[in-house]
């Protein structure tokens, strides 16, 4: 079966600009989940769609993130205005079982900010 | 509070070798995971214990986990250059507290030299 793709694999942006990053989870895992590393620190969540619906946004940072998944396939993380502190390396992952299961984790995306 | 505190920082041995690196943690939790990072690419789901398991196995790893010491061990056997890469270890809490989000650790660099 196909993983979890992510899109783009690296970005680089200047500050106050818009970046949307998309994550194709593997056909039929309802559960979706957005992790970020920021330099140095730990990968921390940021949230979890069950299908199109979120059931866990606590780790959300700011409004200036955005995390959509229309229809329960794909799904986008938009960063708006971005700011320095949001680069990092951005993961998503699926599981068709949410907490009891492995999670299969997509190569990420590396976003810079300058 | 930080969860998922791996031990050591960064481990180099020789091929042939048994690694092992330790996870502490804070919380009660519903299971732990064990996650491998090759250099640039993404998670790789190794193996999960459940909090009523105190041992797993799985090829070459072995997987201990201490509920009332809240921490857990995972044993590389037989080490090879391939197994060179970061470790992290990631806690699942309790479902009840109505999250499924994993907790990392900041993981282990192990390097084993051929």
């Known amino acids: 079966e196909a993983g979890v793709t992510q899109f783009p694999s690296h970005s680089v942006i200047e500050k106050g600009q818009t970046v949307t990053l998309r994550c194709d989870p593997i056909s039929g895992h309802d559960n979706l989940y957005w992790y970020r590393r920021v330099m140095g620190k730990e990968i921390k969540f940021l949230l979890h769609f069950v299908k199109e619906s979120k059931q866990d946004e606590s780790g959300m940072p700011n409004n200036r993130f955005l995390a959509e998944r229309t229809g329960g396939t794909y799904s986008t993380l938009k960063v708006q205005p971005a700011e320095l502190e949001d680069s990092g390396v951005y993961f998503c992952?699926?599981?068709?079982?949410?907490?009891?299961?492995?999670?299969?984790f997509g190569s990420g995306t590396r976003l810079t900010v300058v | 509070s930080q969860q998922g505190e791996e031990d050591p920082q960064a481990l180099s041995i020789q091929e042939g070798e048994n690694a092992t690196m330790n996870c502490s943690y804070k919380t009660s939790i519903n299971n732990l995971q064990w996650y491998r990072q090759n250099s640039g690419r993404g998670l790789v789901h190794l193996i999960l214990i459940r909090s009523n398991e105190r041992e797993k196995h799985s090829g070459r790893l072995r997987v201990t986990l201490d509920t009332s010491k809240k921490s857990s061990s995972l044993l590389i056997t037989a080490s090879r250059a391939a197994d060179t890469a970061s470790y992290f270890c990631a806690t699942v809490r309790d479902p009840g507290a109505g999250s499924y989000q994993l907790t990392f650790g900041k993981g282990t660099k192990l390097s084993v030299i051929p």
């Open positions: 992952a699926s599981s068709q079982v949410p907490g009891g299961g492995g999670y299969t």
